[in-house]
């Protein structure tokens, strides 16, 4: 459904390469177990229906090799909830300001490749409360739905210690306006965490961290309304549900 990262198995010959596209999402194809494999973004607006999936086979020498395989998306369900700020948290909803930042993720997260880190199922970066989840509708005081939680909160304490999901590189570890201190990782084939809002900063850019490493504490920087954990998940580039992520794996 929309909002979810969904796994595509590819049986191919030995030395074809193989990428995807999904719109104008490109979707990269990693070997395991003698198959290929392939994570696709659904974006959580995303039309239901049927949508199509280009496959695109190099076969040795160079020449390609493009096929269609269908993919039934439909539109989940979600909450809308209403968010009250006050007038100085509500200046930070600025679009200039919200664009500017979002363009500078975004080129830093398009630039991601390399193979899977991470093993098996992710973790719980903490073990406090949901208190949000991942695709509900935003009002912003009391307006029209214009955005979906792109993230799950994590209810907690200001310095409460905030883990990493999965093995993964440091991107970013900065205080950005919108997201307060941040931290992404890197965890190759497309997959990159987020975690957000934070009173303190433990890691550096560069860095490789393990499952359950410290990143940080809890804090409530940017764009909030009292201290939690934000935590959110790209797949090429494009948020999913992080929830499904810590009960299977992916592969
Ligand atoms: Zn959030």
Not at 50 to 79: C, F, R, W
Not at 90 to 102: G, T
Request: proline share 7%.
């Amino acid at each position: 459904m929309g909002g979810q990262a969904v796994l595509r198995w590819v049986a191919v010959a030995p030395g074809i390469a193989l990428r995807g596209r999904l719109g104008d999402q490109a979707i990269g194809f990693h070997p395991r177990c003698g198959l290929q494999w392939g994570l696709v973004a659904l974006d959580a607006l995303l039309a239901p229906g049927v949508h199509m999936i280009e496959l695109i086979a190099t076969i040795p020498g160079g020449q390609k090799v493009t096929t269609s395989v269908p993919l039934d998306v439909n539109a989940g369900d979600y909450e809308t909830e209403t968010i009250w700020l006050d007038s100085a948290t509500q200046s930070l909803l600025d679009p200039a300001l919200i664009r500017a930042e979002n363009q500078r993720l975004n080129v830093l997260i398009a630039e991601v490749a390399g193979p899977p880190l991470w093993r098996g199922p992710f973790q719980r970066p903490m073990a406090t409360p949901i208190t949000s989840l991942f695709g509900t509708r935003r009002s912003w005081n009391g307006g029209p739905v214009t955005s979906y939680h792109e993230g799950i909160d994590f209810d907690g304490q200001i310095g409460d210690e905030i883990h990493a999901a999965a093995e993964g590189r440091v991107i970013l570890a900065e205080r950005l306006t919108v997201r307060g201190n941040a931290v992404f990782l890197d965890h190759g084939a497309g997959v990159v965490s987020g975690y957000f809002h934070m009173s303190e900063l433990d890691v550096k850019p560069g860095q490789l961290v393990q499952p359950g490493d410290l990143l940080g504490k809890i804090g409530a920087t940017g764009l909030v309304t009292g201290p939690h954990l934000h935590w959110e998940l790209r797949v090429n580039g494009r948020w999913v549900d992080p929830g499904p992520w810590l009960t299977r794996g992916y592969p």
